[in-house]
């Protein structure tokens, strides 16, 4: 089988990387890819922009792809799957209208209210009074969020009603635009990866990500700094819960509209006092949580995910896992996420890559003439793994100490309070 990864971050080198394992697959191709991801496969850096569904379609014949894997959002969102299949060739990843359930919030809410899924209560507001009137409505904490795509930076959750309201009108501003203002959920939050090919669901491995830039979780909103699996302060039938109260149930409806689902829905969940409740979904897989899901599974990735794409997720036998855990600390560059600062070299890859039980993932890296450069926000993914969660996180953290990159921001405390037994204090 060859399969053509579209995408160009971390979570696509441990894609890659996984799909590279199968013993299915000859060939992994990437477009555009990155310098980490050339070292394990094909990378077509001239392919095009990734959001154009006739330039990717064209690209995944041209190649002879038997399967080609979206990573990120905005392809899907573009229809680039839509054009994929028309081609007849399978892809993971859904439609652009399925995959409006991460494009619009207001739409996903609107499909949860109609499969009866546990979530947040929500105002869709288009003016200024509903925005003042919702703000009043939900009261403090203030979760205020733009409609639209907006690569984790859309979502303002605040105490300061000026800034909330701020953002707000400034979520308004553009022509058409909504806002969805809704209740504050409590308690830690969940990551669950959920497969479909449109009717069955395969549940991967839990986990959960680190979205603010700084230790203790203080500052603003990054696409995530950190991850591990497995969770030990989750409750025992939480992959149970999801499947049967969000997941299947999302599933069907999708399918009842006559807009099925075939590809991962990530079921974003926060674990509230009065129960699991979703915060978000989003149509792909999450970076950086799925750089330690896929560093835990068993199961080939290439038939699991052929299989999701052409409908035949029933036939496989129950997933496998390894009995480990881990641990992904994000490296970002100077700025990030505010004014993110590129250019800076990068020191230590091989040290860190020859570890043992260390893997180092490529995201903002560019080759230059003069070695590897930082060359966007999220610099590199550096996952370790082990029996157990600290021995993964020693393992992870040997390897960032191994790195040498100018203004490199990273979190210290990746997975501490999960080790510490204090999540759900
Ligand atoms: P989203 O883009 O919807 O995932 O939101 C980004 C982040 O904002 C989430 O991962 C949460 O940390 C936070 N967030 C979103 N919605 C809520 C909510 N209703 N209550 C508390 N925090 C939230
Ligand atoms: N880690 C959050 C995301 O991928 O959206």
């Keep these: 089988m060859r399969v053509l990864v579209i995408g160009s971050g971390a979570r696509e080198h441990a894609i890659v990387h ?29 392919c095009g922009p990734v959001t154009d569904p006739a330039a990717m379609s064209r690209l995944a014949e041209e190649v002879g792809a038997d399967l080609v894997v979206v990573g990120p959002e905005a392809p899907l969102v573009a229809g680039v799957a ?30 949860m209210a109609a499969a009866n899924v546990p979530t947040a209560l929500a105002h869709v507001c288009a003016t200024e009074d509903e925005v003042i009137d919702a703000l009043r409505a939900t009261g403090a904490p203030y979760v205020v969020k733009d409609d639209g795509l907006a690569a984790g930076k859309g979502v303002v959750v605040t105490e300061d009603h000026d800034e909330a309201l701020a953002h707000g009108l400034a979520c308004l501003a553009r022509e058409g635009a909504r806002v969805v ?67 299947r149930p999302t599933i069907a409806e999708m399918h009842r509209r006559g807009t099925p689902f075939a590809g991962v829905l990530y079921v974003g969940l926060a674990l509230t006092s009065r129960g699991l409740r979703v915060v978000e979904f989003n149509a792909r897989f999450g970076d950086p949580e799925t750089q330690v899901v896929l560093a835990r599974l068993r199961t080939p990735l290439g038939q699991l995910l052929d299989a999701a794409a052409r409908g035949r997720l029933a036939e496989l036998p129950e997933l496998s896992w390894h009995d480990s855990a881990a641990v992904a600390v994000v490296m970002a560059c100077e700025g990030y996420p505010q004014s993110p600062v590129t250019g800076a070299p990068i020191a230590g890859l091989e040290e860190c890559g020859a570890l043992a039980d260390v893997q180092v993932l490529h995201a903002g890296t560019a080759a230059t003439p003069e070695g590897v450069v930082a060359s966007g926000g ?44 204090t999540v759900l204090r």
Excluded at 23 to 34: E, I, Q, R, S, Y
Excluded at 189 to 206: K, N, Q
């Design 181 to 247: 203002i809704e209740e504050y959920l409590d308690g830690p939050e969940i990551s669950l990866f959920c497969l479909s090919d449109g009717t069955e669901v395969r549940a991967l491995t839990p986990a959960q990500d680190f979205k603010r830039i700084g230790d203790g979780d203080t500052g603003p909103n990054t696409g995530g700094m950190g991850a591990y699996s497995p969770l030990p302060w989750a409750p025992d039938d939480l992959t149970e819960q999801v499947l049967d109260r969000i997941a």
């Design 82 to 111: 839509d054009a994929v299949r028309a081609r007849g060739i399978a892809c993971f990843g859904p439609s652009a209208a399925a995959a409006a359930l991460e494009g619009s919030k207001a739409f996903a809410k609107e499909v």
């Design 378 to 421: 999220r610099v590199l993914s550096i996952v370790g793994t082990g029996p157990d969660l600290a021995t993964a996180r020693d393992r992870a953290y040997a390897g960032v100490a191994a790195i040498d990159l100018a203004g490199c921001q990273h979190r210290s405390d990746i997975a501490d309070r999960a080790i510490a037994g």
């Design 18 to 46: 996984a799909l590279a394992a199968d013993p299915v697959v000859d060939a992994v191709l990437a477009a555009p890819g990155n310098p980490g991801i050339d070292l394990v496969a094909q990378c077509l850096p001239d």
